[in-house]
Nanobody, 116 residues
Framework: QAQLVESGGGLVQTGGSLRLSCAAS????????MGWYRQAPGKQRELVAI???????TYADSVKGRFTISRDNAKNTVYLQMNSLKLEDTAVYYC??????????WGQGTQVTVSS
């Protein structure tokens, strides 16, 4: 079965950087649109960034210019580079895969905490 595992979360001060990784098992990665989502306490889960199988990326307005999504198909891994972190970025970050003609697959999430 396909599975997504996030890593790289942790505690960081405002202005700092963090890189999240999402490793995918199975054969669906190279043809899947991948996304990073986040959910802060008391808020709904929101889209952070998506990247297509061809490498086209789209970002939420709140992270444009600070976050970069990328993928390495040879390693079945998608990344989220987060720079200039703000208190508002504190959330659990989730990786999602959407294979063609198949149901979406979610990872378990990784905690990112930004402190002042």
């Amino acid at each position: 079965q396909a599975q997504l595992v996030e890593s790289g979360g942790g505690l960081v001060q405002t202005g700092g950087s963090l890189r999240l990784s999402c490793a995918a098992s199975g054969s669906i990665f190279s043809v899947s649109t991948m996304g990073w989502y986040r959910q802060a306490p008391g808020k709904q889960r929101e889209l952070v960034a998506i990247i297509t199988s061809g490498g086209n990326a789209t970002y939420a307005d709140s992270v444009k210019g600070r976050f970069t999504i990328s993928r390495d198909n040879a390693k079945n891994t998608v990344y989220l580079q987060m720079n200039s972190l703000k208190l508002e970025d504190t959330a659990v970050y989730y990786c999602k895969a959407r294979p063609p003609l198949r149901s979406e697959v979610w990872g378990q999430g990784t905690q990112v905490t930004v402190s002042s």
